[in-house]
């Protein structure tokens, strides 16, 4: 026990002699600093370290700002050592600088470009130029790791080289080894009574691949599109009454190979409810029976998300109409368990009438305000009105100058009646281009060139240009549109265009050639309804050649080979399409005629063209599409056979060559005619393996029509059986320049002599 005390107390007078020595050693004694040196310094600023410590020249040093001093270097995050040394009255601050990044390089990435792997470094603070930190090495390790997760690739394995070059800095090479895309390999739904698993799996846009899942990579896992398709799975649920679905869990499994992904989802139905009543409370204007019409809700049906969302949409947007911007509706369900049924009460609150106080537009770099402005229906200093401002974001973005247009409402503070709105627009390019072509094994090739730039110089002006280069049509047409030329949007389109027409390709063969020029003007009378009209001189000839028609050959002995015209127009079109790139609802109608009423060519001719679009369900729209037009002679002149009608190819009957269709004279030369029918169908679907992707989509299609006229094989009393059909399937393609469509067609009624062309596509127009 004595020898034990006696080793305690040696062992606490050490401690005690060491304490004491390491204070005597750390311990300064205050002095006031004469100077202040920096050694070690190699890129960093004297003045960076001089603003960072907490000690100046004439002030009292002591160990309290020494140990400020260092913690405040060290986190500048720029050197690797700091020590403080005294020299009499002189401060000494020694520090090491860690090596600043010289280059940063990738080896083996190929699913990304470098220049967006290097960006996703600079997010996390490591790029050329900045201090090299071990830690923020690690963390970009991390992050091109996440980037490629995100891509499916979990096997992807990254490692660091790290060379020191001279002045203290360090490149960095990282090399990737990216390793196979982890695929969904399966999906499974457990839970399900009421419709089968393939049917609830055919709603997700992720699935276990087919042949097309290069291209649409949707057998790549993504959590993002997993929670769209859950999302997807939960509103169809919903909207079929089973209003107590709910998601209970969702397995992702990555399996050992690390390649392969197996999702299993399980879901509780639960029970099928039907909707008993709807009522309306709250404060609705005075204008009940007016809401009541905006209910889609149905009693006796079953119940539907969907329809309540829409109707408490409908009612707050009608509430907007008024000027109440900030009306609410909520509603209510009241379950019935025991029947299974369920009532729905929709709560009204007007809250309080605003104004717009002002409007302001964002996003438009290159298109000038008064381009967007002039389409707005909403006016500063006036009622808020819900249905004026959808009008106009719909205006601007029917202009098509811009990819998106959202219209963002902010309160003004300190006053609750009134409100501001943003248009927020994100520009596109605006320049279109428009091509086409028909190859057969007899004719070959022939193209069609349009170039055509919206918004030049973000004026709202488009110029534009069209060249076909077939042996048929030849045209040179240059256009301008100014689509405000009066301040009441009256717009004006300018036209100078060249056009040649020759049915063969030896130079030999006989030619018309027609050259003018046309002013043309539009009045809106409606948001959808626009007329138009015009005047233009125009001139023809007809270049004799071989094998000139009989009825071109009489016409030029008795009025002359070259016929002026004073051609007159007026039309009419409304379009109410969803969209003029991938319409899948929505009508199209146009008008047009054309009186020439002075010089040597007298006629009337006039076309009216019909297009509808019919959605059956998420995947499969019908569309349809007819045009009929006539043309008649005015006074004692015989009608212009230069002006009559052509038909089959493109925007016809695909599956006849170019202009093929029609009368033909006694040496089979086609002649046109002074009327034509066009009929088109079309059944469109994605593209079997594209998912539901809408930007590739495979289509069917039957097109009817011929050309007649009182001359030629087709005469003025031509019956339906003379009209010629054809079908076939085709693939639509939203390509960067433009929706491309091809088309593989065969004749369903052909007669002898017709020309036929298997093979046909187009960019830049639908039909």
Known sequence: MQINLLRVRAWLLLVMMVFSGAGAAWAITPFTVRDIRIEGLQRVEPGTVFVSIPVQVGEVYNDEKG??????????????????????????????????????????????????????????????????????????????????????????????????????????????????????????????????????????????????????????????????????????????????????????????????????????????????????????????????????????????????????????????????????????????????????????????????????????????????RRELRQFEASWYDGYKIKLSR???????????????????????????????????????????????????????????????????????????????????????????????????????YYKTFSPYENQNYYKLVTSGGSARFGVPFTESDTVYFGAGVENTSIVPGTSLPTSYLDYANQFGYDSSAVPLTLGWSRDRRDSSLAPNSGRLQRANAEWSVAGDARYFRTTYQYQEYFPLNKQFTVAVNGEVGFGVSVGDRAYPVFKNYYGGGLGSVRGFEQGSLGPRDANGTVVGGTRKVNLNAELLTPFPGAGNDRTLRLYGFVDVGNIAGPDGGLASNATANDLRSSSGVGISWISPVGPLRLAFSWPVKSYDGDKMQSVQFQIGSSF
């Not at 008993?276 to 809700?297: A, M």
């Not at 048929?472 to 100014?482: A, C, G, K, Q, W």
């Open 394 to 496: 719909d205006r601007v973005d029917r202009l098509g100058y811009f990819s998106s247009v959202l219209v963002d409402t902010q309160d003004v503070p300190g006053s609750p009646d009134q409100v501001d709105l943003t248009f927020e627009v994100v520009e596109k390019p605006t320049g279109s281009l428009s091509l086409g072509a028909g190859f057969s094994s007899g004719d070959g090739l022939g193209l069609s060139f349009g170039f055509k730039q919206d918004n030049a110089f973000g004026s709202g002006n488009s110029l534009g240009v069209q060249l076909n280069t077939s042996k048929i049509n030849r045209v040179l047409d240059f256009s301008t549109t100014d689509p405000y030329f009066t301040a009441d949007g009256v717009s004006r389109t300018l036209s100078v």
């Open 67 to 372: 140990a400020a001093a260092i913690r405040a270097l060290f986190a500048l995050g720029l050197f690797k050592d700091v020590r403080i040394e005294v020299s009499g009255d002189v401060l000494v601050l020694i520090v090491e600088e860690r090596p600043t990044i010289g280059a940063v390089d990738f080896v083996g990435t190929k699913e990304f470009d470098k220049d967006v792997l290097r960006k996703a470094l600079r997010d996390v603070g490591l790029a050329d130029g900045r201090p090299f930190d071990k830690a923020q090495l690690d963390r970009a390790e991390q992050e091109l790791k996440r980037q490629y997760i995100n891509r499916s690739l979990y096997a992807a394995e990254v490692v660091t080289t790290v060379t020191p070059t001279e002045r203290n800095r360090v490149n960095l090479t990282f090399t990737v080894n990216e390793g196979d895309t982890v695929k969904i390999s399966e999906i499974r739904l457990v839970g399900n009574k009421a419709f089968s698993e393939p049917s609830l799996r055919s709603l997700f846009d992720l699935d276990t691949g087919g042949w097309l899942s290069w291209y649409t990579k949707s057998n790549r896992y993504s959590r993002a599109k997993l929670n769209a398709d859950i999302e997807t799975l939960r509103s169809y649920y919903l909207t079929r009454g089973y209003i107590e679905f709910k998601v209970d869990s969702t397995q992702v499994s990555i399996l050992p190979n690390k390649t392969d992904i197996a999702i299993t989802i399980n879901i509780s139905e639960g029970e099928r409810f039907d909707v008993s009543s709807v009522k309306l409370e709250g404060n609705f204007l005075g204008r009940d029976d007016e809401f009541k019409s905006l209910v889609t809700i149905r009693p006796g049906q079953p119940y539907n998300a969907d329809d309540i969302a829409k109707t408490s949409k409908a009612f707050t947007d009608y509430f907007a109409n008024f000027g109440f911007a900030f009306a609410r509706v909520e509603a209510r369900s009241d379950v019935d368990r025991a029947s299974n049924r369920v009532a729905i009460t929709l709560q009204a609150d007007p809250s309080r009438r605003a104004y717009v106080r002002k409007i302001n537009i964002a996003g438009n770099s290159r298109s000038r305000d008064v381009v967007v």
